[in-house]
């Protein structure tokens, strides 16, 4: 089986500028959660989705947003990026069954 | 509100020897707890779980860790560290809110070294 997919890998955006990373779960996944993961502040949860309903949602300002889609997967959008934005964003699936979550290789987002 | 915390931010061991990360975790619930591996440049990896079926846990690659309700903790060993065990370790506790959840609370990691 494959695992979760994040794409793009790496990102270069500039102050202001808006962004959307997209995830793939595991075949079969329902759920899947995004985290943000900076030095400063660590692994923080941005927001949990299944079946396309957001079910949680971390504290995180209006600028993050994401959605699900019929299929599974899964986009997270930033807009007005600002320099704080710079982290590696993480997406995790799981499946409906279970509370094992897998996580993808992540995102390195980088604001200039 | 649940949580965790890991005692100590950097563990240093030699190749060969035992090793010890501690956690500690906080919740007026029966927990989920899980321990994850992040090695440089990579995602997170599940090393184990507990969900109250029993209290000593057996992960991948040789990690294990016992849930101790009387101490509140959820320590992670290995009776011997290998080359490639240096990574970061972050203990995990499972939101409980009552309801359908799937959000994870992350300590703030414990950097792991390994010595030849």
């Known amino acids: 089986k494959a695992g979760v997919t994040q794409t793009p890998r790496y990102l270069i955006k500039t102050r202001g500028q808006q962004v959307t990373l997209s995830c793939s779960p595991i075949?079969?996944?329902?759920?899947v959660s995004w985290y943000q993961q900076t030095p400063g502040q660590g692994l923080q949860f941005l927001f949990e989705?299944?079946?396309?309903?957001?079910?949680n949602k971390g504290n995180f300002p209006g600028r993050f947003s994401g959605r699900q889609f019929s299929n599974s997967r899964s986009e997270m959008n930033v807009s007005t990026l600002e320099l704080g934005d710079s982290a590696l964003y993480l997406c995790?699936?799981?499946?409906?069954?279970?509370?094992?979550?897998?996580f993808g290789p992540g995102t390195r987002l980088t604001v200039t | 509100a649940q949580s965790v915390t890991q005692l100590d931010s950097h563990v240093s061991v030699s190749e060969g020897t035992p090793v010890l990360l501690r956690c500690n975790y906080s919740?007026?619930?029966?927990?989920?707890l899980f321990w994850y591996v992040q090695h440089p440049n990579k995602g997170l990896q599940l090393l184990l779980k507990?969900?109250?079926?029993?209290?000593l846990v057996k992960g991948i690659n040789g990690f294990e860790a016992e849930f101790k309700k009387s101490e509140t903790s959820f320590h992670l060993t290995k009776p011997s560290a290998h080359m490639s065990d240096a990574a970061e370790y972050f203990c995990?506790?499972?939101?409980?809110?009552?309801?359908?959840?799937?959000?994870?609370?992350f300590g703030t990691g414990t950097l792991l070294a390994v010595q030849p």
């Open positions: 507990y969900t109250s079926a029993a209290t």
């Open positions: 919740s007026s619930y029966s927990p989920s």
């Open positions: 995990v506790v499972r939101a409980n809110y009552g309801g359908a959840t799937n959000k994870l609370i």
């Open positions: 075949s079969g996944h329902r759920s």
């Open positions: 995790a699936s799981s499946s409906h069954f279970s509370d094992e979550q897998y």
């Open positions: 989705y299944f079946s396309e309903t957001q079910r």
